[in-house]
């Protein structure tokens, strides 16, 4: 069965009040399914938990510690760090509309957000502690006993806590920008400059093959040529899917929502701004034996670029993002 929540996620409570959560202009309904019905309770845990250092081996790293509102969702740095100052080996993927993704991470190895949560608890270079590991913690502190007892009915467990920290990330939603109001008939919302830059992306270039529907991405994965001048290039989807060679150095099509505020950008975070970025697929990205046949380069005028980068800084930003207050951690 699903649940389709239509105009709003609706989260119910135990006492059957509804608690929403707006839809923004520009998403569609979001599809929940009844593994994991959405409830107040779980999202307010769920919250919790994510901002919860305790869930990592030396208690000083968070979900929150690499998904940062206040830095689009993401770190702002090149690499995720985790315990221990460890580095990553690719950039912090956004949180911005997670919920509408079919695959997670940049090689799309998990399909749910609730199969997504197990990955950064168990890596060494993030969390390194497993999600049985970390309900065992959890069950030694009253507060999240309790918590864990009114919306489940039994204590915590791997399961539970994945539940829960999807249920609160299904809650990250941004879209209601000016590219929004424009394509729903206010032609006001975009400036002149914006408006150009739109042509560009959608009318004059390749970029909507791969960044299109209401979230601005296909959802599936393609070779740019980043990184694949390296002597051991980061395979991507095809470390995933050894099955299909044609996914050799291939990543998943990023969200573009807010994009301004994710910096650096590309899976290893060797592009700092979006100038470099435009300046990257205008000469066609980098050529490599996989690279896929939707990059090629465009033809561009110097004002172009500075256009499409104004569409996709002012045009692309949502005046629904918020930073949410860190909760009150369980005791």
Known sequence: MIWSLVGGLVLTSHAGAPFYVPVPTGLHQLDITEENVLTAGKVELGKQLFFDPRLSRDNSTSCASCHDAAKGWSNGS???????????????????????????????????LEQQVYFPAASKDEMDLSLDEAAARLNKISGYRQQFEEEFSGPATAERIAKCIASFER?????????????????????PSARRGHDVFFFRSNCAFCHNGPN????????????????????????????????????????????????????????????????????????????????????????????????????????????????RLSE
Request: aromatic share 8%; hydrophobic share 35%.
């Open 78 to 112: 090149k690499y995720g760090v985790g315990v221990g100052g460890r580095k990553g080996s690719r950039n912090v993927p956004t949180l911005i509309n997670v919920a509408y993704q079919d695959h997670l991470f940049w090689d799309g190895r998990a399909q749910s």
């Open 171 to 191: 809650t990250i939603v941004a879209a209601n920008s000016p590219f929004d109001r424009f394509r729903t008939g206010d032609i006001s919302a975009l400036s």
């Open 216 to 327: 601005l991405t296909d959802g599936k994965f393609h070779n740019t040529g980043v990184g694949m001048e390296l002597p051991s290039p980061d395979m991507g989807r095809f470390a995933v899917n050894e099955n299909n060679e044609l996914e050799r150095g291939a990543f998943k099509t990023p969200t573009l929502r807010d994009i301004s505020r994710t910096a650096p950008y590309m899976h290893d975070g060797s592009l700092e701004t979006l100038e470099e970025v435009v300046e990257f697929y205008s000469r066609g990205g980098r050529m490599n034996p996989y690279l896929d046949e939707m990059i090629s380069s465009i033809l561009m005028s110097e004002q172009d670029k500075a256009d499409l980068v104004v569409f996709l800084t002012e045009g692309l930003k949502s005046d629904s993002y918020s930073i949410p207050d860190p909760p």
